[in-house]
C-alpha cells in the first residue's frame, strides 16, 4: 500500500456521532476482530445480510472473511464502527471499500445492525467514508444495492448521491458522487492531516 502505512493506520481512527449525540468509534479492523466481526454479521436480520451481500449467507465465508481483515491488501480497506454495550466494545456498523486507481473512484458498501438502525450511524459512516475517498485522492465513489432495498436508496438519495443504472445487473442500482472536497478542507481531521501530508509527499497526488 503507497498511501498510509499499515502500522500507523491506528492513527488513523475517528470518532462520529449517533444523532442522539452517542459516540462511536471508527477504525480499521484487527486481527483481534475475527470473531467479533463474524458474530456481528450472524447477528444481522435475514434481510439485512441478503440486502449486505445480495445473496443469502448466515456468516461471512472463511475466504470473505479473510478478505475483510485484510487491511490495505490491493488498495481494500475494512473499518468497523464500535460503541459500548455494557462495558464491552461492540460492533455496530461496519465499512468496506477499495480504490480503483485507474479511475480515481471508491467503490463501498456498509450495514449497520439491526438494533441501531435509525439512530443516524449509516449516515454519520457514509460522510466519514467520503473523507476517505477525498484523502486518497478519488474523484468519485460508488456503491450498489438492491433496487428493493428503499433503506439504502433513501439514505444515498439524501446523502447527494446520483443514481444510474447498474452496468451488469438490472436487479442492482448504482449510487455515485463527485468528489470535489479540497486535501485542505476534509472535515475529518485525521483524514485532512493524512491527505495533506500524503500531498506534502507527492504533491501531484492530490488536486
Same mark, same amino acid.
Request: glycine share 4%.
Given at each position: 500500500?503507497?498511501?498510509?502505512?499499515?502500522?500507523?493506520?491506528?492513527?488513523?481512527? +475517528?470518532? !462520529?456521532?449517533?444523532?442522539?449525540? &452517542?459516540?462511536?468509534? #471508527?477504525?480499521?479492523?484487527?486481527?483481534? @476482530?475475527?470473531? %467479533?466481526?463474524?458474530?456481528?454479521?450472524?447477528?444481522?436480520?435475514?434481510?439485512?445480510?441478503?440486502?449486505?451481500?445480495?445473496?443469502?449467507?448466515?456468516?461471512?465465508?472463511?475466504?470473505?472473511?479473510? +478478505?475483510? !481483515?485484510?487491511?490495505?491488501?490491493? &488498495?481494500?480497506?475494512? #473499518?468497523?464502527?464500535?460503541?459500548?454495550? @455494557?462495558?464491552? %466494545?461492540?460492533?455496530?456498523?461496519?465499512?468496506?471499500?477499495?480504490?480503483?486507481?485507474?479511475?480515481?473512484?471508491?467503490?463501498?458498501?456498509?450495514?449497520?445492525?439491526?438494533?441501531?438502525?435509525?439512530?443516524?450511524?449509516?449516515?454519520?459512516?457514509?460522510?466519514?467514508?467520503?473523507?476517505?475517498?477525498?484523502?486518497?485522492?478519488?474523484?468519485?465513489?460508488?456503491?450498489?444495492?438492491?433496487?428493493?432495498?428503499?433503506?439504502?436508496?433513501?439514505?444515498?438519495?439524501?446523502?447527494?448521491?446520483?443514481?444510474?443504472?447498474?452496468?451488469?445487473?438490472?436487479?442492482?442500482?448504482?449510487?455515485?458522487?463527485?468528489?470535489?472536497?479540497?486535501?485542505?478542507?476534509?472535515?475529518?481531521?485525521?483524514?485532512?492531516?493524512?491527505?495533506?501530508?500524503?500531498?506534502?509527499?507527492?504533491?501531484?497526488?492530490?488536486?
Amino acid at each position: 500500500m503507497s498511501t498510509f502505512r499499515l502500522e500507523d493506520l491506528k492513527q488513523y481512527s +475517528d470518532v !462520529l456521532r449517533t444523532r442522539q449525540g &452517542e459516540p462511536l468509534n #471508527v477504525r480499521f479492523v484487527e486481527p483481534r @476482530d475475527t470473531e %467479533e466481526l463474524q458474530h456481528y454479521f450472524r447477528s444481522l436480520s435475514t434481510r439485512s445480510r441478503y440486502s449486505r451481500f445480495f445473496g443469502a449467507i448466515s456468516e461471512l465465508p472463511k475466504g470473505l472473511l479473510h +478478505d475483510f !481483515l485484510q487491511v490495505g491488501e490491493r &488498495e481494500r480497506f475494512t #473499518v468497523v464502527a464500535t460503541k459500548m454495550v @455494557d462495558s464491552f %466494545e461492540t460492533i455496530v456498523a461496519e465499512a468496506r471499500y477499495a480504490l480503483h486507481a485507474e479511475t480515481s473512484t471508491l467503490e463501498f458498501g456498509l450495514s449497520v445492525s439491526d438494533r441501531w438502525q435509525g439512530h443516524g450511524i449509516a449516515t454519520a459512516l457514509m460522510k466519514n467514508l467520503e473523507c476517505r475517498a477525498a484523502a486518497l485522492g478519488a474523484e468519485h465513489m460508488f456503491g450498489d444495492t438492491l433496487r428493493s432495498n428503499e433503506t439504502m436508496i433513501s439514505l444515498a438519495r439524501k446523502s447527494g448521491f446520483a443514481f444510474v443504472n447498474h452496468p451488469d445487473d438490472w436487479k442492482l442500482v448504482r449510487f455515485d458522487k463527485e468528489i470535489t472536497v479540497a486535501s485542505k478542507d476534509i472535515p475529518c481531521a485525521s483524514w485532512r492531516l493524512a491527505a495533506l501530508s500524503r500531498q506534502a509527499e507527492s504533491p501531484s497526488a492530490l488536486a
